[in-house]
């Protein structure tokens, strides 16, 4: 019997048009983002499904749409394969889909992640302001080639390993000015390709931690139980249980590196074959690609 793990997106995977057929075919998706749009103040379907791209594309309203239309998708995928999602074992996020993994898995309900997500988006739209920065994905060089590459511009400002997403594939976070510098450090060090992203703020960097303080607050507010299934941390690939733990994971998340590809090897290691990615978008479908490609891993779109 395969052993099935559930992934689902982070920011990024947004696209104007998600979960409009989910919404018009699917009673349990529709009442999701009729929900949301409660609990938000603003009408989320409206965005998602209509944009304009420059709306969906903010933090604070990227990361609640994402959320919404990665359950979505789910709902969907329940009423047609609903013994795939029965079986499935564990699951993992990348950064924002982290939350959506531990509503799956029953740590917290639909409003409380969606209220946690929408106070982290908020938080990080507002420290990525307050600091001009962004992010940078730097292809075709390892991780002792990128602790070079972020020394090497530190002159001009501060860079940090953001998101080790698989082999030759870990994207950068700093201020504008060192990100100036990424390029051409890099080709020299040897990369295959630079790709400035387009991102608010440099996420999963020190840069963030107005933001990291302020979500700390909300998760200890927050109830939040031990999951039913194992979830595996984006800041160690641990698949914590207590509450406490869980909490202490996503606030280290926002100013810590996404360590995506040891969360992926920790899982296939602890006997996983079988992957889905739930939500918009299939980045975590070609992630796993380029870090095992006989693994299968089916997308579940947010059509």
Known sequence: MPKIAFLFPGQ???FVGM???LYDEVPAARA?????GEILGFDLKAVCFDGPAEALEATNVSQPAIYVASLAALEGFKLTNP???AA????AGLSLGEYTALEFAGSFDFETGLKIVRKR???MQAAALATPSGMTSVLGLDEAKIDELCAKVAGAGRLWKANMLGPGNIVVSGELAALAEVEAVAT???AGRVIPLAVAGAFHSPLMQPADDQLAEVLAASTIESPRIPVYSN???IPHQAPDDLRKTLVAQVIQGVRWDDSIRRMMGDGFDTFYEIGPGRVLTGLLKRIDRKTPCTSVPAR
């Open 12 to 14: 990024g995977a947004q």
């Open 88 to 91: 499935c074992e564990g699951s």
């Open 188 to 190: 020299e060090l040897g």
């Open 235 to 237: 800041v160690d690939t």
């Open 121 to 123: 988006g908020e938080a």
């Open 32 to 36: 999701l983002f009729d929900h949301a």
């Open 19 to 21: 979960g409009k057929g």
């Open 83 to 85: 013994e795939i999602v």
